[in-house]
């Protein structure tokens, strides 16, 4: 079996101000992680992934994941968050001898001007 | 076409009434998945294409909804008899062969059942 859970419903920041968006998963191998964002009325958009290698991925947009093996963690970062960075964020896993996406409830992301 | 799609954007259906959800993939892709995605929640799997062959209904809710690829592109969700607890909305996702990549999603129809 494998989960993802995202904490906070709502994350508020400031633009200019770093962002930091929680994710923590259980799977029952070594896992395969990604970060989602989803725009208003469209579709799941690709941020970045972690397959192996380095814990810090970098992906699409300024944004940043660390993966953490010790704490089952995957947070997305980043440095100074723009106010069009408001939008619904998913954290998903699998296991790596599977093939299906777990997601997250989502975190919704507003940053203010 | 450059991305998934899907069709229709919305549907509107009386409860009791059969509706289908196509959606075309990225050209070339293998692997093709629907999730379900009611309001406020995360995407949840219903099912998965290699080809044309349905490799996991595991997530389908009931006998009521059916998948298909008869060609290894296209695929349809159809839904008989819906249920108010139905309306949702459906994703696509597509993905070319490999473990490791990342899925693609289309933008999604939301069917609401009145």
């Known amino acids: 079996a494998q989960s993802v859970a995202q904490p906070e419903d709502q994350v508020n920041v400031a633009e200019g101000n770093p962002l930091t968006v929680k994710c923590t998963y259980s799977?029952?191998?070594?896992?395969?992680l990604f970060w989602y964002v989803q725009y208003p009325n469209r579709g799941l958009q690709f941020l970045l992934k972690?397959?192996?290698?380095?814990?810090l991925v970098k992906g699409s947009y300024g944004f940043e994941a660390e993966f953490n093996k010790s704490q089952t963690s995957f947070h997305l970062k980043k440095p100074s968050a723009l106010v069009s960075d408001s939008a619904l964020y998913f954290c998903?896993?699998?296991?790596?001898?599977?093939?299906?996406?777990?997601f997250g409830a989502g975190t919704t992301v507003t940053v203010r001007a | 076409g450059a991305g998934v799609s899907q069709s229709p954007r919305y549907k509107v259906a009386k409860r009791g009434q059969d509706v289908a959800l196509r959606c075309d993939p990225i050209?070339?892709?293998?692997?093709l998945f629907w999730y379900q995605q009611a309001l406020g929640q995360g995407p949840e799997f219903l099912t998965y294409?290699?080809?044309?062959?349905?490799?996991?209904k595991s997530g389908l809710p009931s006998d009521r909804f059916f998948a298909e690829r008869p060609e290894g592109s296209v695929s349809t969700l159809k839904i008989q008899r819906t249920q108010q607890e139905d309306s949702a909305v459906y994703l696509c996702?597509?993905?070319?062969?490999?473990?490791?990549?990342?899925?693609?999603f289309g933008e999604g129809s939301r069917l609401t059942v009145l």
């Open positions: 998903a896993v699998r296991d790596i001898n599977d093939y299906k996406l777990s």
């Open positions: 799977v029952s191998g070594n896992p395969y």
């Open positions: 972690y397959i192996t290698g380095d814990n």
């Open positions: 050209s070339g892709h293998v692997s």
């Open positions: 294409f290699q080809n044309e062959a349905q490799l996991d």
């Open positions: 996702a597509s993905a070319p062969r490999g473990d490791t990549g990342e899925l693609f």
